[in-house]
Structures are given as structure tokens and as C-alpha cells.
């Protein structure tokens, strides 16, 4: 049997629902009961903890903006672009068609029985801005927060959440309106397109003519709408670089946020660990109101409006980010990388290609199974991998953190390696071909890639 890898997404949202949907093991919940008498009290009150902070965590991460409503709505404008002019804000305003489009993704489980029931029958109007209003009141745009004034009706401001960016959903009602899936990278998100809705990007302006002296608005607008769906820069507002050396946008994928447990370095180029990163998006990315602290920042060389702008030693107060670290990040640790569905890879292919893997073709050198990077300091320079080092010396360390690869078949769209400059798994795998000399054949490859997607 072939496999091919297109139907991508597609594939992605059915092997959701066939994980989901699969019959429990009759003996689970005997077994659990059990293992639940067997707990000390000390382990019961450790178990109720630990499940507290996942719980919390799990708030957080899909609906706190760490007061960040005060960038992207109070500065930005982005909720007056929302509403539309018809609302009390300007311009024609986002319809849901139009939020969808741009990658936006609705909350089934947020929508009143009613709702859904019009929807089915198509009597609601998916083209007025008023309906996207509606949506944002019941909290029911991933990852976007509304902020109504006291009548409830207009729209006061706009805040995002961890969700925006690692979270997508189902589609088990409709394309882009599904139930959550916490962790996956929102590779149909054009954030950049989103962004540049706002009526005043001067905020950014302001930050990046640190670096680029001569930068306007009309520039700033042209390269968030550069970036294309499923990417985003986070080192734009630290070192100001917009493109690569080959003029390409310099954006990196939006990695997934699931299967972290166990991982030491993240990002693409390894800048800390979870929390470490969780700090820096809230503080620096959203631009939320916290304390943040990394003085490798101060570094007016690689860093010129970070090290400016005073990046590495962020202390706004009233403190809405510290106290939730804890919890992000035990709710992020606690998120499995999905299991590809069935029938979604030729087994007996993926058995050869993990012999390969383990063995001749070199790759758990790095990606090091079950975790697959390395226990300990996963980092890697540019030449080891075989690419440029543009991205890598725009972080700290100036190297590229080893991927961890499970759950690799949730993300296929956007492509492969930090920036997606690989399209298919076949790709990758001839790239690594020729920088480790392996001399593969085909039917290696094949195998290789059948193994990458049983991930
Ligand atoms: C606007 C989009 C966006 C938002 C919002 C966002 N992230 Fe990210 N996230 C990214 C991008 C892009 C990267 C990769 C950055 C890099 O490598 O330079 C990333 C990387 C990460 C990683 C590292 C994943 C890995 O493979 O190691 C974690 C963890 C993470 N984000 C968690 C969060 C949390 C928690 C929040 C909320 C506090 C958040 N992100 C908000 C875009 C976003
Ligand atoms: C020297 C260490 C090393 C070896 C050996 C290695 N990799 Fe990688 N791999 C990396 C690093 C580092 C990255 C991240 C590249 C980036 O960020 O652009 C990566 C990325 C990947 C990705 C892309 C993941 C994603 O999320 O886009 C795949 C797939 C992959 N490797 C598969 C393999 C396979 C298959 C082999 C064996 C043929 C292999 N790797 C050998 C270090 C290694």
C-alpha cells in the first residue's frame, strides 16, 4: 500500500476524532480505582495538586491575555478593525467568513445549543462583523479575548491568549469551528495578516526604528503580511531583522506546545526551557504585564532594540504573569503528543524505517527515542545539520535545538525545520541524505518517511 502525504490537514482532524472515539479498555477504570486505594494520603494530596495546576493551567493558557489588551487593543486598536465602523469601531470590520479565512478557530463547546442549531441551518449571518462580536462575547474565538463595556454591546478592547498560536481545533462541526485541541501548532493562522488589521502599528514602528531608522508603517504592514499562515517572528521586536540574507521573510513556524515533558531546550534555537519561554512570550511577545528577566538580551549587538528597549529586565506591575508560570507550565508538560490514526502509515514500512532510523541513517544520534531529541544539552550548530546559520545567531546560543518529532503528522502543513524550508518528509530526508552521506536507497527513504509519520 502507498501513502501519500497530501490531505494533510485533513488526515490531521480525522485521526483526532478516530483517537478520540476509540472504545476505552474495559479494565481501565477497575484498574484506576485501584491505583487510586493504593495512594497514600500524601500522594492523594500530591495527586490533587498536580491536577489543580493542570486545571489551572489549562484556564491560562486558553483564556488569560496577562493584561496584554492594553498592546494589541488599547495601543494597537485591533478591536476597532473587529467591530467595523457598523459597530463603533472603522473599516468594514472581521466577519467570521473573513476570521476563519485568516485561520481564526471557534469553540464548538462555547456555543449555546441554540447558536449551533442556527448555524446548521444556516441562519446566521457569517458575513456581518456583529456576529463576530457575538462569538468574542461567549468566548468562543480561540485564542482571542473581547473586553465589552458595561451595556455588554460595544466592543472595548482585544487581547490574545497562549491558544492563538498553539491551539487549533477538530472541525468536527464545521471547517475551522470544532472542540479544542490544546498544544497543536495553528499552522492555517496567518497571525501576521491579523496584525496588520490594526488601525496603529506605531507601537511597532516606535520599537523597530531602534534598528531600522528608516522603517514606516506602510513597511511594518508589509512584513506581518509577509510572514504567510502558520508563522510568526519572535525575534523581530528583539533584533529588528525582517528578512533573511536571501530577502525571504524571516519568520519561523508556530512549533506545536504538546509533548514537552522531558525536553530540556526550546524553541527552534533552544532559548530556555518551557517557563523560561512562557515568561518571554507573555512579557515580550503578547506584551502582557509581568516581570521577565534574561540580561542576555543586553546585548546591543545581536539584540540593538531589545538591549534599547530594556527587554532583559522587565518589571511591570501589577505582576499578572508570575504566579501563573507554575501552572502553564505543569499544563503544558501534561499534554501528550497525539498518536497518528490508524491506516494514516504502512506499518511494516515504519518498522524498517525505525530500524534505519536507530541504526544506519543516524538519526536518533540526535532525535534520541522516546523523546526524540537529546537527553541534556540538545543543541546543534548550523553546519552539523547542514543549513545556514541566519536563525541560529539570533538566539543566545547561536545553534538549532534538535525537533522533538512526536506528533510530527499534526503539523505537515507550512513544511519542515524551522522555517518550512523543507515541503514534504521526502525532503528531509534526501536533505540529510547528502549532508550525512548516508547513501540511501529509495526504499529507505520510503520507509524513513513511513516512520516519521507513525510518530
Ligand atoms: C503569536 C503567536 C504565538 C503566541 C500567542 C504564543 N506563541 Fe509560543 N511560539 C510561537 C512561535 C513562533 C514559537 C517559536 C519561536 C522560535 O523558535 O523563535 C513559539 C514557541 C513556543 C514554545 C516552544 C515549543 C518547542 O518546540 O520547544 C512553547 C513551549 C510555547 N511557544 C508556549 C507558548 C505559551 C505558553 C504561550 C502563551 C504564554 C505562547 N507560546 C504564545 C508563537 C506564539
Ligand atoms: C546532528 C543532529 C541531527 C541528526 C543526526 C538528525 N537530526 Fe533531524 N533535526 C536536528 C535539528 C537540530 C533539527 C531542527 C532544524 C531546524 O530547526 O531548522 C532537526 C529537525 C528535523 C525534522 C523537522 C522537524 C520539524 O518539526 O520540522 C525532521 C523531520 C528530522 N529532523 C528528521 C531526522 C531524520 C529522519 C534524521 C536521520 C536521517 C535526522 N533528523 C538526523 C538534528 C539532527
Not at 496577562?66 to 494589541?72: K, L, P, V
Not at 508556530?254 to 512562557?278: I, M
Not at 518528509?425 to 518517511?449: F, N, P, Q, T
Request: a negative charge; one cysteine or more.
Amino acid at each position: 500500500m502507498k501513502f501519500s502525504s497530501t490531505a494533510c490537514a485533513a488526515l490531521a482532524a480525522v485521526g483526532y476524532l478516530t483517537v478520540a472515539t476509540e472504545p476505552a479498555h474495559a479494565e481501565q477504570p477497575a484498574r484506576q480505582a485501584s491505583d487510586i486505594r493504593a495512594l497514600s494520603r500524601t500522594d492523594l494530596q500530591n495527586l490533587r495538586f498536580a491536577l489543580d495546576q493542570i486545571k489551572e493551567g489549562r484556564q491560562i493558557f486558553r483564556y488569560d491575555t496577562f493584561g496584554d489588551e492594553t498592546f494589541w487593543g488599547d495601543a494597537l486598536r485591533l478591536h476597532t478593525a473587529i467591530a467595523g465602523s457598523a459597530n463603533g469601531g472603522v473599516g468594514a470590520g472581521l466577519s467570521p467568513k473573513a476570521a476563519l479565512a485568516t485561520g481564526l478557530k471557534v469553540d464548538v463547546d462555547a456555543l449555546p445549543d441554540r447558536l449551533r442549531n442556527d448555524l446548521q441551518k444556516g441562519r446566521v449571518d457569517l458575513d456581518s462583523p456583529a456576529t463576530t462580536l457575538a462569538l468574542l462575547k461567549l468566548d468562543a474565538v480561540v485564542g482571542v479575548r473581547g473586553f465589552f463595556d458595561d451595556s455588554g454591546n460595544r466592543l472595548r478592547s482585544v487581547g490574545i491568549t497562549c491558544a492563538l498560536c498553539h491551539s487549533t481545533v477538530d472541525d468536527s462541526f464545521a471547517p475551522g469551528i470544532g472542540r479544542r485541541l490544546d498544544g497543536w501548532a495553528a499552522r492555517d493562522l496567518n497571525v501576521g495578516e491579523i496584525i496588520a488589521l490594526a488601525p496603529n502599528v506605531q507601537p511597532l514602528v516606535d520599537l523597530l526604528r531602534i534598528a531600522v531608522p528608516s522603517i514606516d508603517a506602510a513597511t511594518v504592514r508589509t512584513v506581518l503580511r509577509s510572514w504567510g499562515p502558520g508563522k510568526f517572528d519572535a525575534e523581530l521586536l528583539m533584533d529588528g531583522k525582517a528578512t533573511r540574507p536571501d530577502g525571504k521573510p524571516a519568520a519561523t513556524l508556530l512549533p506545536p506546545a504538546f509533548g514537552l515533558a522531558g525536553v530540556n531546550l526550546h524553541t527552534w534555537t533552544g532559548w530556555g526551557s518551557v517557563t523560561h519561554w512562557n515568561g518571554f512570550v507573555a512579557s515580550l511577545e503578547m506584551q502582557g504585564q509581568g516581570t521577565f528577566f534574561d540580561p542576555r538580551l543586553n546585548d546591543s549587538v545581536k539584540f540593538p532594540i531589545a538591549a534599547e528597549a530594556g527587554f532583559g529586565d522587565v518589571r511591570r506591575t501589577p505582576d499578572l504573569i508570575t504566579a501563573r508560570l507554575g501552572p502553564l507550565h505543569v499544563y503544558q508538560l501534561s499534554l501528550p503528543a497525539p498518536r497518528p490514526p490508524r491506516g494514516s502509515f504502512d506499518a511494516a514500512a515504519a518498522q524498517r524505517g525505525k530500524t534505519l532510523f536507530e541504526g544506519r541513517a543516524d538519526c536518533a544520534r540526535c532525535h534520541v527515542p522516546p523523546l526524540f531529541t537529546e537527553p541534556g544539552w540538545n543543541m546543534h550548530e548550523p553546519e552539523e545539520i547542514g543549513i545556514d546559520s541566519f536563525q541560529a545567531e539570533r538566539s543566545p546560543d547561536e545553534r538549532y535545538r534538535t525537533a522533538p518529532l512526536k506528533g510530527l503528522w499534526t503539523h505537515c502543513k507550512g513544511g519542515y525545520y524551522h522555517d518550512g524550508r523543507f515541503a514534504r518528509l521526502e525532503d528531509v530526508i534526501d536533505h540529510y541524505d547528502r549532508v550525512l552521506s548516508l547513501a540511501l536507497s529509495a526504499d529507505e527513504k520510503a520507509d524513513l518517511v513511513q516512520y516519521l509519520k507513525s510518530l
